[in-house]
């Protein structure tokens, strides 16, 4: 299950954005909402995403997308560019790389998955497996 999402200079954003599915410490309705995915670690079944209208909330699923076609679908020819659509307003991100950051879960254990890519390459993917410190 999905701990949290982050994304930095990918079609409207600019900055770092975060969604998490991490509960709040409010306990009501608990066991419908959350699931858990270790002892003591909860993760909310589902998010919703609202807000005004041209503030982001397409360009986030978008996002989710391109890192999953990204890591599922293999390039026919090594030479093709990575599809990425950096954030336009403001020359000096232009020559910035693209970030995305995947926390999850999976039999109980926490991954990281980070990737880093412009317009030709993938500049650097990593995959940690984090261990706990009790």
Known sequence: MILEFRVENFLSFRDEQMISFEPSADKEFESLYCAEVRE???????????????SGKTNLLRAFDFVRKFVL???????????IIKFQFDNENLLK?????L????NQVKYVYQM???????????????????
């Open 97 to 101: 790389p693209v970030k995305f950051q």
């Open 116 to 134: 880093v890519l412009d317009d030709k390459i993938l500049l650097n993917e990593s995959l940690l497996k984090v261990f706990d410190v009790k």
């Open 40 to 54: 003591g670690v909860k993760v909310l079944k589902l998010g919703i995403l609202y807000g005004a209208n041209a």
């Open 73 to 83: 679908e293999q390039k026919k020819d090594k030479t093709e560019t990575t599809g």
């Open 103 to 106: 926390s999850f879960y999976l």
